[in-house]
């Protein structure tokens, strides 16, 4: 990587380097593990004009999302989130029967299912075939498209402005940040709000959740680069709230520049509480890398002083996030014979590099392993209630991020 992708800048330094892993959602099916397996590089790097964390893109959008594995309806807590989303917004915003909503990725319906309930009239934009799909089996309307500008533009003619978009969890998906920012800017509404959720570089760094650095996220934000990202498509922030999903969440609110005005309250706030975290210089970044390490050496100690003692350790989800920790700290079966999935997409395949079997969950009740390696970690309180059954034989839980956690459970 020579430049930055959002200001050109080839003032770039290094964050923290992850060596080389595939791509983390690229499951393998059991015909695949004697073919060879591409890996590509796991460098992330801060541009020091604009302040955008981002890493080469290696891969394309095509590559990942075309066909995905993930399905955002198998979180019960991410379903809820969208629903409380939903009746806020819809309060705030005043939406009704002559609304229109447009979520951009949104992934099986899980969010606008619940637009579709109170009869808002709204439509999804949704790359990957196979999540579109269930979507619209699920009853919720839905396109097969990447966003960008020419997008953005025959989606509007066609079904008209958008009066809220929504784009959870996509904005650290697309290398091509201003193309996809036009692409917004195109689908809302001259006076509508586009509502953005995505992972805040600055609970990354504090906390440790490198493992969150994966191929398919090709930026990380502050608020401060976010400014500058949405500038770049012709929208200002106007609001920010901290959210506490996927380990601590920005939620950007924003507005065609003719009508956004002056930014609130919150947005000034949560600048200055970057800035004080050292995120607009090098300071903030530097001891990053040692901290990563850190977590790769206290997971092996861990496995390693299991396996010697006999004790037996399993996986629970096969999230992206996962594969990066496991590819980072050369996580084999040996160490982890198998872990576990709700989604019956992934049951019978193995992680990506790590070729980890992946298995239905009740496999866990069956073996009554003495650990359970929760990989999904950013939904700690929806799977302690969901594995407490651990305690009838006495198994506990353990979290690797941010630092390692031996957790006893309770019915």
Not at 223 to 236: D, E, Q
Not at 346 to 373: F, M, S, W
Request: net charge negative; aromatic share 8%; charged share 20%.
């Amino acid at each position: 990587m020579t430049r930055c992708r959002l200001c050109g800048s080839t003032a770039l330094e290094s964050v923290v380097d992850l060596g080389a892993t595939p791509p983390c959602e690229s499951f393998l099916a059991a015909e695949q593990l004697d073919a060879p397996e591409p890996a590509y590089p796991l460098h992330l790097r801060v541009c020091t004009d604009c302040w955008l964390a981002q890493i080469p893109p290696l891969i394309t959008p095509e590559d990942t999302f075309s066909e995905y594995a993930y399905f955002s309806s198998y979180s019960s807590s991410w379903v809820e989130h969208a629903r409380t989303f939903v009746a806020d917004t819809a309060a705030r915003l005043g939406l009704g029967g002559d609304s229109f909503v447009v979520e951009v990725a949104s992934n099986d319906g899980y969010l606008l299912r619940h637009v579709v309930e109170r009869g808002i009239r709204c439509l999804g934009v949704e790359p990957s075939v196979n999540v579109g799909a269930a979507a619209r089996d699920a009853g919720v309307p839905t396109v097969t498209e990447f966003l960008s500008p020419d997008t953005g533009a025959a989606v509007r003619a066609e079904h008209g402005p958008a009066d809220l978009v929504v784009a959870n969890n996509v904005y650290a998906h697309i290398p091509d940040v201003i193309g996809f920012t036009k692409g917004l800017r195109a689908l809302v509404a001259d006076d509508g709000w586009v509502s953005i959720e995505v992972q805040h570089l600055l609970t990354l760094i504090e906390e440790n959740q490198y493992d969150t650095i994966y191929h398919e996220h090709f930026q990380y934000y502050t608020v401060a680069s976010a400014i500058r990202a949405l500038a770049s498509g012709g929208l200002t922030l106007v609001d920010v709230e901290l959210l506490p999903t996927h380990g601590g969440s920005l939620r950007l609110w924003a507005r065609p520049d003719e009508v956004a005005g002056e930014p609130g309250r919150r947005v000034a706030d949560v600048l200055a509480r970057e800035k004080a975290a050292g995120l607009q210089e090098l300071s903030g970044y530097t001891e990053f890398s040692a901290r990563v390490a850190k977590v790769r050496r206290d997971l092996l100690r861990f496995l390693i002083e299991a396996a010697e003692d006999g004790r037996t350790v399993v996986g629970y989800g096969a999230p992206g996030k996962g594969n990066t920790l496991l590819n980072h700290c050369g996580v084999r079966p040996d160490l982890l014979p198998y872990t576990v999935d709700r989604n019956p997409y992934k049951h019978g395949r193995y992680t990506p590099g790590t070729r980890i079997p992946i298995l239905p969950p009740d496999r866990i009740a069956a073996d009554r392993p003495d650990y359970v390696l929760v990989l999904p970690w950013n939904l700690r309180a929806e799977l302690v209630e969901q594995l407490s059954f651990v305690h009838e034989w006495g198994g506990r839980l353990v979290f690797p991020i941010p630092e390692l956690s031996i957790v006893e459970v309770e019915r």
